[in-house]
């Protein structure tokens, strides 16, 4: 449904994407989101998602987009969330890195030319150079091999972990280049996401 901010009473379809809550990057962060096959319109952020049953189970937060417009799949923070953050009345942190991550199979052909077969691990994107991944030296398109000794190939275990641990807390990459190249040990201190 559309929300009440310009968007009244229009009615979206779409179909849930799949059955758990994944993490989107959002306005330069991962959130917990579920991912809706289904176009939603601009104006519509805010706006509840409902079941066959008229139940909110999610609201609208956004959309994947290309220079060609809406790609058909929107993002929505699950009714738990909003729950949480109502119980709470107050603002909600949770631990980051202040940059994106993508998995290494999803590059572009001429990237994965240039990366060795058996590199694993997960690629650094929108390093905010004042975040404490650029303050760091870590640049886009690093290669994360490494986390505190474990490695991760897909992003949700990755943010997962990430969000078990405290702010603050210190955390060191084993990272390299696109090439497999250049390995070397970076630790950060956690910043704060709210």
Not at 75 to 96: D, F, N, Q, R, Y
Not at 106 to 125: C, E, I, V
Not at 136 to 152: L, Q
């Amino acid at each position: 449904m559309g929300s009440p901010i310009f968007r009244h009473n229009l009615l979206l379809r779409g179909a849930i994407a799949r059955r758990s809550e994944s993490y989107s990057w959002y306005d330069g962060s991962f959130t917990n989101t579920f991912p809706i096959t289904g176009i939603a319109a601009p104006g519509t952020s805010g706006g509840p998602w409902v079941n066959q049953k008229g139940e909110v189970f999610a609201i609208q937060v956004a959309g994947v987009t290309t220079e060609r417009g809406h790609q058909g799949v929107s993002s929505a923070v699950g009714l738990h969330s909003i729950k949480l953050l109502l119980e709470k009345k107050a603002t909600i942190s949770v631990p980051t890195i202040q940059a994106a991550v993508e998995e290494l199979w999803g590059q572009s052909p001429f990237l994965l030319k240039t990366m060795p077969d058996a590199l694993k691990g997960l690629l650094f994107r929108q390093v905010s150079p004042k975040g404490v991944c650029g303050k760091a030296g870590i640049k886009d398109e690093d290669i994360m091999r490494e986390v505190n000794g474990i490695t991760f190939q897909r992003i949700e275990p990755f943010i997962s972990y990430i969000r078990s641990l405290q702010i603050g807390e210190e955390v060191e990459f084993l990272i390299c280049d696109a090439k497999g190249e250049n390995k070397k040990k970076i630790s950060i201190l956690l910043a704060e996401l709210r």
